[in-house]
């Protein structure tokens, strides 16, 4: 061998034995790191961490989660390669809790019944906070972001104002003739884009039910600024001119200029008595509501949870509508079931045919209809929590400090708690989910606040489509994405018509 073929090959070893064992290092190092950094804080102690990895250095697992999600579209595929490498029996074995590193920051992942039950409800007073990274976005005082007392005063309010069935009954009133109107609209357009339709029509209601504003130059204004609020939740924490934190903190300061605004023009109608001091609407419930004490929310505490209610219930019912007529076009029996039902409910009224509250209680397959499709369109897949403390569960230390994320998805795509899980059956709500294994609005003192309301709009919906409207999926075999929230790719595109 001459000595430059030497040299070569000498190299080439090097760097086939040190590449690899670089890419080891570095694979490590993260967890590594934390590992370190818990042992020696606790050190002396038995505390440990629980199984799991942390990725690559600085973006952690959040590469595969979004490979996971988005590329392979096999979300479920995430958890699954954890449960088959830690997990030694059967799903609760490893106690459904796993330590990684997503969104920037060491984390610890619950996906069981148990576990999530654990950090939603059952965990000791003070173990976790909400932690919202940017809290004036969502609103500093703003039921989503206060904690303790003031926490359940202000669910007080808000539940009051918006879930119970005094609210129900007006907010049915209030959204139906924008509901007829715009199917109306779909079927002159004849081939529609679910997606964008849904939000539209869903966030003209919300405008309706919220604050008594119709479409209009501003409320489009006003659409466009949520939906930079909302892009700012999910970005880098980067705030210079040009980043989406900026331009989220701007269309922040706008609604609340917008709705601030409003508040101070119903604070001189009510000292004047001019036109009366109740619109019916939610900033009118929440500007009135009072506690036992006889106080009421003060201006900040109205406008904050204005437009957290807005971000919390727009998207989320809009996407659950999108789900339920892509299910349906795709299970004719299923929608010959809820047409039926619903046009036995629509020959008993007379008149405008809207329905009220109760013939919604009488609406059972209907029901059934809407929680397979919550269930199976998994909107919010997961729930996010900080640690304030070492919280213990089973065994494992949860680290002060770091994120809690827990993974509601998993369990309603478990076929241990439900048979065939990514088929669309409402036959299986003919009994109800065992216990703690239907969590798709949460758990706890956090369970969603707007989950009647949720409901209520899907219901409405669906009466109205399924006694007037058909519709099919013009491209069934669309693919699906799961980030930010889970839609076919093309936005559910299809055609619509008059029955
Ligand atoms: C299908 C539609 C919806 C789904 C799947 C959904 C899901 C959820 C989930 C999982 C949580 C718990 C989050 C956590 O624990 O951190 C939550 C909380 C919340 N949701 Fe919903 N939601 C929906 C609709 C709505 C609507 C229509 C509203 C109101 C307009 C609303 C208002 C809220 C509020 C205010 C909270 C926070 C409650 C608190 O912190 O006390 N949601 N939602």
Redesign the pocket.
Known sequence: MSGATADWAWWLGLVAGAVPLLALAVWHCTDAFHSAAFAFRRRGTRARLPPGHMGLPFVGETLALIWYFNLARRPDAFIEAKRRRYCYGDGDDDGGIYRTHLFGSPAVLVCSPASNGFV?RSAPPGSFG?GWPVPELVGASS??NVHGGR?ARL?RF?LGA?NRPGSLRTIARVAQPRVAAALRSWAAKGTITAATEMKNVTFENICKIFVSMEPSPLTEKIHGWFTGLVAGFRSLPLDMPGTALHHARKCRRKLNSVFREELERRKVKMVTGEGGDDDGDLMSGLMHVEDEQGRRLDDDEVVDNIV???I??YE??A??IMWATYHLAKSPSALAKLREENLAIAKEKNGDGFITLEDVSKMKYTAKVVEET?RLAN??PM???VALRDVEYRGYTIPKGWKVI?W?RSLHVDPAHYDNPLSFNPDRWDKSAELGTY????GG???????M??RL??TIMLHHLSCGYKWELLNPDAGIVYLPHPRPTDGAVMSFSEL
Do not use: M, P
Not at 439 to 442: D, R
Not at 445 to 451: F, H, L, P, T
């Open positions: 939603f909400v039921l989503v926490h669910r808000v918006i957290s209610l807005v919390a219930g989320s019912t996407s659950a919550i909107i919010a729930a996010h929590r827990v509601i969590q798709v609005f949460g003192e956090r369970i969603c606040a707007g989950n309301l949720a709009q899907l």
